[in-house]
């Protein structure tokens, strides 16, 4: 029992207002060992609940909390319900397609579908990225509110992962307006230099976007007529999963 308390204590201490913590913050929080807490943390990377930010030698909570947290709402396996919708659309658009959630001011890769061609884009599930950048970022912070908006930007830096990368709030703004009244995000070489994608939001009950689908791709193949053109069915798509979890 001491054993569970311990670990549902490191749990507890990720909160919105502090998604990213180290070995040391959290022994000092639950006055536990530091070699107690790395223990733990390690086997709660190994079993998904958290990731590891191995640079700066951080933790976050991962994939599979996000999942519980589905589940303790009521919801329906996502992953399990979008991937037969993630391989129609990847048949149509010959690309890969993901699935990220959000977690915190971030986004997390919790599937994919790989396209079939020879050349083609792969991501690491698991792996976290801002939301201020690339596509499918993008399109769960279009769906954020005014205030959510300027919240976020209040906390978050905008770092930039490439020359491509929006780094000017008023300019992040005006693209999330663009991407608003379109209805889906493009990106060409914003997170990743060779790569462009096409977004659209997941929502819930509340119209706020959990989740997203992505069809992304080289950037060489993927020019922004083509991007516009597959727009459309990934707004279907995400569309699609939407009604089935405000149903379910």
Request: aromatic content about 4%; overall charge negative; charged content about 25%.
């Amino acid at each position: 029992m001491q054993s569970v308390d311990r670990v549902t204590a490191v749990l507890m201490c990720f909160t919105s207002g502090e998604p990213e913590l180290g070995v040391t913050e959290i022994a000092q929080r639950l006055e536990l060992p530091k070699s107690a807490v790395h223990r733990i943390l390690e086997a709660l990377t190994g079993a998904g609940m958290t990731t590891k930010e191995y640079e700066r030698g951080k933790y976050r909570l991962g994939p599979r909390a996000t999942e519980l947290s589905l589940a303790a709402l009521g919801t329906v396996d996502v992953r399990s319900l979008a991937l037969p919708v993630m391989e129609e659309l990847r048949d149509s658009t010959g690309e890969t397609v993901t699935l990220s959630f959000v977690i915190g001011n971030e986004r997390v890769y919790v599937a994919q579908v790989e396209s079939k061609q020879d050349v083609r884009m792969t991501v690491e599930v698991g792996r976290r990225a801002p939301l201020y950048a690339g596509a499918s970022g993008r399109a769960i912070l279009m769906t954020f509110g005014e205030q959510e908006l300027d919240q976020y930007l209040a906390h978050v830096a905008l770092t930039p992962l490439t020359d491509q990368t929006v780094r000017d709030r008023d300019v992040l703004t005006d693209v999330l307006d663009a991407d608003r009244h379109r209805g889906y995000t493009l990106s060409s070489g914003e997170r990743d230099p060779y790569a462009a994608a096409v977004a659209a939001p997941i929502v819930g009950r509340n119209s706020r976007a959990f989740a997203c689908f992505s069809v992304c791709g080289p950037r060489a193949r993927l020019d922004a007529p083509l991007l516009d053109s597959t727009g459309p069915a990934v707004v279907d798509a995400a569309e699609r999963i939407s009604e089935m979890l405000r149903g379910s």
